[in-house]
Each structure stands twice: as structure tokens, then as C-alpha cells.
């Protein structure tokens, strides 16, 4: 079964650094896919940023990159020079082999503090 | 850009009451799906479909089902609305395939059953 867990429920940042949020997964599957979504309190979710199991490079999005370490099935979110507007709801999910649906984590609610 | 649309924001029904959630997305999209999100619980997959008049059970489909009868819209229905199905709804469509294929969601539905 795919699993996925976010274990940081809230977290805070100061405006202009960056912040890293945490996702673990777990999947038998030598094939999938790591997904960030960004949710603003306005509830719609808004895709960030991709990572393939197979890729070589970490993925970058502009301010958004995801910290891939296979061996220890973490994929986690970096967000450099964080803004305001970053304020929201992340949620870290996965699709497994040949899945069509998303396996989502819990979510972790973000803060930036002014 | 892609653009799925749900027939309402905000809902309000009473118990065992049946209840329509309509989701259209405009992008020819194979794959759409419907989610509910819970706080701490992240988003659960319901229902999903692949194809017209296809669909698959998620994780959580009892107490609901699903039409789909033209490519671009996908139905929710809750048969007898009961409180514990009190939640924000959320739609989505992606392509199938590998790579990113991420999906793009609509702005949910918060519908309250009393």
C-alpha cells in the first residue's frame, strides 16, 4: 500500500527565508511520482512541483524545490525567500506505478510571519 | 490554462436528502476524480474515472456514487446525505501517462449536511 505522512501539522517563517517542509512516503513500487499542491485559504490547489523516482536531478520550480533522497523516502519541500502569499495549506502526495490516482499526506499548514 | 469548474461553492442539505455535486473541466482530460478533505485527514480519493461511463472505487467510496456520462463532466452523488458526510469536496482531472501528468483540481464544494 502507498503511504504518504507529512508530520509537521503547522510551521512558522520569517518573510524572506526559507523553510523546509517534511514528506516521507513508502510504496513497494520501483516507478513513481512525487508531487507538492499549494492550497490558499480560497481551498483551490494549486500544483507546485514534480519529482519522477527515476529522475537524476532534484526538481526546481522557481522558489520551490524538492529535496529527493530515495534511500531514505523523503521528499521534501524547500521554499527559498519566503513571501506572504506562501501563507497556506502544502500537501504532499504520490502516484505509484501505473496509479492514476494520488495518494496524499495530511498537510502541513504554513505561516509567514511579516 | 485548464480550467475545472463545481456547481457550488458552498452547500447546504438535511439529512438523507440526495444530493448532486457536478464537476466540468474544459481540457479533454481521460482522468477525473472526486475527493473529500477533512482537517488532519488530507484529501481521499471517493471515486475516480478513466472514461466515459468507467469508473473505480477509491478509498472511501460508501455512501456515494459517481456519473459520468460525457467526457467532460463528472457527478457526484450522495444518495441519503448523512452528517458524517459534513466535509470540502474537491474535483479533479489529469491525462493519463507517465511524467508529471499532475492533476488540476476545482475549487471544491463545502457542503454541510444538518
Known amino acids: 500500500a502507498q503511504k504518504i505522512t507529512q508530520t509537521q501539522p503547522g510551521m512558522f517563517v520569517q518573510e524572506k527565508e526559507a523553510v523546509t517542509l517534511d514528506c516521507t512516503y513508502d510504496t513497494s513500487d520501483p516507478s513513481y511520482g512525487l508531487f507538492w499542491y499549494k492550497q490558499p485559504s480560497s481551498g483551490e490547489m494549486i500544483f507546485l512541483i514534480y519529482?519522477?523516482?527515476?529522475?537524476?536531478q532534484n526538481a526546481t520550480e522557481g522558489r520551490y524545490s524538492l529535496n529527493f533522497q530515495k534511500a531514505r523516502k523523503s521528499a521534501n519541500l524547500v521554499i527559498s525567500a519566503s513571501q506572504l502569499g506562501d501563507s497556506a495549506m502544502y500537501f504532499c502526495a504520490m502516484r505509484s506505478g501505473s496509479a492514476r490516482q494520488l495518494t496524499f499526506g495530511s498537510g502541513t499548514q504554513l505561516t509567514v510571519l511579516p | 490554462d485548464v480550467k475545472v469548474t463545481q456547481s457550488s461553492r458552498y452547500l447546504v442539505k438535511r439529512t438523507g436528502e440526495k444530493v448532486f455535486l457536478e464537476c466540468v473541466q474544459d481540457m479533454d482530460h481521460e482522468n477525473m476524480f472526486w475527493y473529500r478533505q477533512d482537517p488532519g485527514l488530507g484529501l481521499r480519493l471517493i471515486y475516480f474515472s478513466y472514461d466515459v461511463k468507467m469508473k473505480e472505487k477509491g478509498d472511501i467510496p460508501e455512501g456515494y456514487s459517481v456519473s459520468r456520462e460525457k467526457k467532460e463532466r463528472f457527478s457526484l452523488i450522495l444518495e441519503s446525505a448523512s452528517t458524517n458526510q459534513t466535509s470540502m469536496y474537491l474535483c479533479a482531472s489529469s491525462i493519463p501517462g507517465q511524467g508529471a501528468g499532475e492533476q488540476y483540481f476545482g475549487p471544491g464544494t463545502r457542503l454541510t449536511v444538518t
Open positions: 519529482q519522477g523516482s527515476y529522475d537524476q
